[in-house]
């Protein structure tokens, strides 16, 4: 297989830099794109010289020349349209979440068994250097058993305004399943309980805060900060940072920390420099590194183990399990 024959579904912001990112990429022939408003389609495959546009997503995934497709759409549609692009016989990366419960993954999980398509679902923080630096630290066991964990995943309140974040997905679903995914894959245990709490400030369809407190069956804890709604001023798109304690020392993540800012007549700014920064015309960074090994996979036909379909599953669960807790106020046992 020389190129992989590709298309995009979904073409908001993401979806586009998926685009982008693909087009740019030497194994890849991006031949096809769907988004279901015209305009949009006609300027995204305009820019990348996409040639098949199509404005159902089924239509797409019928082309007997699409070989892999990217599912770049809201999460409440992830079930549906994995499900018919894995009967379609595509090598599918689903963004993440999974799907918007624990049933649909199971649903995909089910389809799994009888397709020949590679899946995997975008988990980008396992792409993320810094976190994979953290993780062969830990396996190595330079810092012990691992006992504690905190995760901060913050954003600005104007980048989380309705419909385009909180009109579509919570706090906890939308970044916390990241750092929950993190902790398990760090700790490799399994969440027995978890305490959540949710803060509505504005009146928009998901609240704006979410906390979660989980036990281990290490006995660790684990707790996920999401608040989504920093002060508009705030100099960094995202302040993320994770700490990790082990019985013998301890690691510090700082994503909040590009290496570089920039004060300029508006304030000072912190451009990303690790998920998908642009540099020399080129979109570089963990999703280009996350992309990459997908196709790399489909091309030498193997299955993904830097995160699994099962892996993806629990993420989903022990977050939905927290949005539980925050909704009964009640300890959940997962």
Same mark, same amino acid.
């Given at each position: 297989?020389?190129?992989?024959?590709?298309?995009?579904?979904?073409?908001?912001?993401?979806?586009?830099?998926?685009? +982008?990112?693909?087009?740019?990429?030497?194994? *890849?022939?991006?031949?096809?794109?769907?988004?279901?408003?015209?305009?949009?389609?006609?300027?995204?495959?305009?820019?990348?010289?996409?040639?098949?546009?199509?404005?159902?997503? $089924?239509?797409?995934?019928?082309?007997?020349?699409?070989?892999?497709?990217?599912?770049?759409?809201? *999460?409440?549609?992830?079930?549906?349209?994995?499900?018919?692009?894995? $009967?379609?016989?595509?090598?599918?990366?689903?963004?993440?979440?999974?799907?918007?419960? *624990?049933?649909?993954? @199971?649903?995909?999980?089910?389809?799994?068994?009888?397709?020949?398509?590679?899946?995997?679902?975008?988990?980008?923080?396992?792409?993320?250097?810094?976190?994979?630096?953290?993780?062969?630290? =830990?396996?190595?066991?330079?810092?012990?058993?691992?006992?504690?964990?905190?995760?901060?995943?913050?954003?600005?309140?104007?980048?989380?305004?309705?419909?385009?974040?909180?009109?579509?997905?919570?706090?906890?679903?939308? @970044?916390?399943?990241?750092?929950? @995914?993190?902790?398990?894959?760090?700790?490799?245990?399994?969440?027995?309980?978890?305490?959540?709490?949710?803060?509505?400030?504005?009146?928009?369809?998901?609240?704006?805060?979410?906390?979660?407190?989980?036990?281990?069956?290490?006995?660790?804890?684990?707790?996920?900060?999401?608040?989504?709604?920093?002060?508009?001023?705030?100099?960094?798109?995202?302040?993320?940072?994770?700490?990790?304690?082990?019985?013998?020392?301890?690691?510090?993540?700082?994503?909040?920390?590009?290496?570089?800012?920039?004060?300029?007549?508006?304030?000072?700014?912190?451009?990303?420099?690790?998920?998908?920064?642009?540099?020399?015309?080129?979109?570089?960074?963990?999703?280009?590194? +996350?992309?990459?090994?997908?196709?790399?996979?489909?091309?030498?036909?193997?299955?993904? +183990?830097? =995160?699994?379909?099962?892996?993806?599953?629990?993420?989903? $669960?022990?977050?939905?399990?927290?949005?539980?807790?925050?909704?009964?106020?009640?300890?959940?046992?997962?």
């Amino acid at each position: 297989m020389d190129k992989v024959k590709y298309g995009v579904i979904g073409l908001g912001f993401f979806g586009e830099v998926h685009a +982008e990112v693909l087009s740019s990429m030497p194994d *890849v022939d991006l031949v096809a794109v769907s988004t279901r408003r015209p305009s949009r389609l006609k300027e995204v495959a305009d820019r990348f010289g996409v040639p098949k546009r199509y404005t159902n997503y $089924r239509e797409l995934l019928k082309d007997p020349e699409v070989e892999a497709v990217s599912i770049v759409t809201h *999460v409440d549609s992830h079930r549906e349209v994995a499900l018919e692009a894995l $009967r379609r016989g595509k090598h599918v990366l689903l963004e993440k979440p999974m799907a918007d419960t *624990v049933e649909g993954c @199971d649903a995909i999980l089910e389809e799994l068994k009888s397709s020949k398509g590679i899946f995997m679902v975008g988990h980008i923080c396992r792409f993320d250097p810094r976190v994979s630096l953290a993780k062969q630290a =830990i396996d190595e066991g330079r810092i012990g058993k691992v006992v504690s964990m905190h995760a901060t995943r913050n954003l600005p309140k104007n980048l989380t305004a309705q419909p385009r974040v909180l009109g579509s997905i919570s706090p906890l679903m939308g @970044d916390g399943i990241h750092d929950i @995914d993190i902790m398990l894959w760090m700790s490799r245990a399994k969440a027995e309980t978890v305490y959540a709490q949710n803060v509505r400030v504005r009146d928009l369809k998901y609240p704006d805060i979410g906390w979660a407190m989980y036990r281990f069956d290490n006995d660790a804890v684990g707790v996920i900060e999401v608040v989504w709604f920093l002060p508009e001023n705030t100099p960094y798109t995202i302040d993320a940072r994770m700490e990790i304690i082990g019985t013998e020392g301890a690691i510090y993540i700082d994503a909040s920390n590009p290496g570089i800012t920039i004060n300029d007549g508006e304030g000072l700014h912190k451009p990303d420099t690790i998920y998908w920064p642009t540099v020399h015309g080129m979109r570089i960074g963990a999703l280009r590194t +996350e992309l990459s090994y997908f196709v790399r996979c489909v091309k030498e036909g193997r299955k993904p +183990e830097v =995160i699994t379909p099962e892996e993806s599953r629990e993420a989903v $669960r022990v977050i939905c399990a927290a949005e539980e807790s925050a909704a009964t106020g009640k300890v959940v046992h997962l």
